[in-house]
C-alpha cells in the first residue's frame, strides 16, 4: 500500500531563514510525488511536481528514491509563504489516486 | 477561465438527515474526484470518475456514502443518514485526463 509521511505537523521559522519541509513515501513503484499548498481561506493548490523539475515561488523538491524522500525547500523563506503543505502521491501510469500525507504548518515570523 | 466549483460551501444538518454536495468541475475535464478532509485524518481519497463511470469507489467510507456523475460534468456526494464522524470538509477536484488534480473550494460539512 502507498503512504505518504510528514513528520513535522508544525514548522516554524524566521523570515530570510531556509526552510525545509520533510516528506516520505512508501511505494514499490515508479511513483509521482507532489507538493499541494494551501494558504489561510484558498482552496488547495499545486505547487509543484517532481517530474516538472522546476522551482515555484523560490521552492524546490527533488525526489531521492534511495532515501524515498521528495523534502520541500526553500533558501530564504518569506512570509508569505505562511500556509499548510501537502505532500502526496499518485502511483503513476494509469492511476489517479492521490494519497496524501497529514501536512505541515509552516509559519514564517517576522 | 473558472475553476472547479462546490455548493454549498457550508452545510449544518442534523444527525440521520440526509445530504447532497455538488461539484462543478473545469469545463471539459473529464475526471473528477472527491476527497475527504478531516481533523485528524487529513485528506482522504472517496470516489474517481473518468467520464459519467467511477472505476473506482473504494474510498468511500459506508454504504451511506455515494456519488454520481451526470453529463461527463456535475457530480453529486450523497450522504445518508449522516452521523457526527461524517463532519469533514469534501474536496471536489477535476483534470483533463490524469493530469494535475484542480481543486475546489470544498464544503464543510458538519453533523450536530
Known amino acids: 500500500a502507498q503512504r505518504v509521511t510528514q513528520p513535522e505537523k508544525l514548522l516554524s521559522v524566521f523570515k530570510g531563514a531556509p526552510v525545509e519541509l520533510k516528506c516520505n513515501y512508501s511505494?514499490?513503484?515508479?511513483?509521482?510525488l507532489f507538493w499541494y499548498v494551501q494558504y489561510s481561506r484558498q482552496r488547495l493548490q499545486l505547487l509543484l511536481r517532481?517530474?516538472s523539475r522546476e522551482s515555484i515561488k523560490g521552492f524546490t523538491a527533488d525526489l531521492n528514491k534511495g532515501e524515498t524522500s521528495f523534502h520541500l525547500k526553500k533558501p530564504f523563506a518569506q512570509e508569505e509563504d505562511s500556509a499548510m503543505y501537502y505532500c502526496?502521491?499518485?502511483?503513476?501510469?494509469?492511476?489517479?489516486?492521490?494519497?496524501f500525507g497529514k501536512g505541515t504548518l509552516l509559519t514564517v515570523n517576522p | 477561465g473558472a475553476g472547479v466549483s462546490q455548493s454549498p460551501s457550508n452545510k449544518v444538518t442534523e444527525k440521520g438527515k440526509d445530504v447532497e454536495l455538488r461539484c462543478d468541475p473545469i469545463s471539459g475535464h473529464t475526471a473528477l474526484y472527491w476527497y475527504r478532509q478531516s481533523l485528524g485524518q487529513g485528506l482522504e481519497f472517496l470516489i474517481y470518475?473518468?467520464?459519467?463511470?467511477?472505476?473506482?469507489k473504494s474510498g468511500l467510507p459506508s454504504d451511506r456514502f455515494s456519488a454520481e456523475r451526470t453529463g461527463g460534468s456535475v457530480s453529486t456526494l450523497t450522504i445518508q443518514r449522516t452521523q457526527q464522524e461524517d463532519s469533514a470538509v469534501y474536496l471536489c477536484?477535476?483534470?483533463?485526463?490524469?493530469?494535475?488534480?484542480?481543486f475546489g473550494p470544498g464544503t464543510r460539512l458538519t453533523v450536530l
Open positions: 470518475f473518468q467520464g459519467n463511470s467511477a472505476p473506482d
Open positions: 477536484a477535476s483534470s483533463l485526463g490524469l493530469n494535475t488534480q484542480y
Open positions: 511505494y514499490s513503484g515508479s511513483p509521482e
Open positions: 517532481h517530474i
Open positions: 502526496a502521491l499518485n502511483s503513476g501510469g494509469s492511476n489517479y489516486k492521490l494519497t
